[in-house]
């Protein structure tokens, strides 16, 4: 079974100030992990995702994450925060396709506010 | 290239009506997956369809079911609507088998709240 806990229900930053939002997971199986963002009224869309090889992954909009498998991590982080970024943010994992998994698991998501 | 659509984008329904939502895939995708997100959770997985059939399953009961057709687009149907069947519901399309790798492309949700 596979999860995903990320620490932070609401984050609020001013702008341009340091954006980090905190995901960790669990997995039976490696891990395929991604961050996606959901502005209101949308869909999920993709910022990044990690399956295999380096652990520090580049986004859209200026945005990565690093896979640290010793702490189960995927934390997100932007260096400047923009007002454009205020969104709800939702890391995900899959494994591989071995089994029955066929299914992201999100977590609750973590809702960004950008302050001027 | 089009994104995935749905409709309808809003619905109102009473208790242990039926509803029917559907989906449209983003051309060149043959696999659709159906989550449901209920107010301040994260979407949680319903069921997936390759090729017209059933791929995968979450834990929800029977009287969610859904159908693929040959064009790939998707319906999600719901019986015996009850108060928690209140949510906004998610079509995802990606192309080829489930690999646990794939990027899904999201459509913008039908919003079903039921009364």
């Known amino acids: 079974a596979q999860s995903v806990t990320q620490l932070g229900s609401h984050v609020s930053v001013s702008e341009g100030a340091l954006v980090l939002l905190r995901c960790n997971y669990s997995?039976?199986?490696?891990?395929?992990l991604f961050w996606y963002v959901q502005y209101p009224n949308q869909g999920l869309q993709l910022l990044l995702k990690?399956?295999?090889?380096?652990?520090l992954v580049k986004g859209i909009n200026g945005f990565e994450a690093e896979f640290k498998k010793s702490e189960t991590s995927f934390h997100l982080t932007k260096p400047s925060a923009h007002m454009s970024d205020a969104a709800e943010y939702f890391c995900?994992?899959?494994?591989?396709?071995?089994?029955?998994?066929?299914?992201?698991?999100f977590g609750k998501g973590t809702l960004l506010t950008v302050n001027p | 290239e089009t994104g995935v659509t749905q409709s309808p984008t809003h619905l109102i329904k009473t208790r242990g009506q039926q509803v029917t939502l559907r989906c449209s895939s983003q051309?060149?995708?043959?696999?659709v997956s159906w989550y449901q997100q209920a107010l301040g959770q994260g979407p949680q997985f319903i069921f997936q369809?390759?090729?017209?059939?059933?791929?995968g399953r979450g834990n929800f009961p029977p009287r969610f079911s859904g159908l693929q057709f040959p064009n790939y687009s998707s319906e999600l149907n719901v019986n015996a609507l009850e108060l928690d069947d209140s949510a906004l519901y998610l079509c995802?399309?990606?192309?080829?088998?489930?690999?646990?790798?794939?990027?899904?492309?999201f459509g913008a949700g039908s919003r079903l709240t039921v009364l």
């Open positions: 995802a399309s990606s192309p080829g088998l489930w690999t646990g790798a794939n990027v899904l492309t």
């Open positions: 997995s039976s199986v490696p891990p395929y």
């Open positions: 990690y399956t295999t090889g380096a652990t």
């Open positions: 995900a994992v899959s494994g591989d396709s071995g089994g029955s998994n066929y299914k992201l698991t």
């Open positions: 051309s060149g995708h043959n696999t």
């Open positions: 369809y390759y090729r017209e059939e059933e791929n």
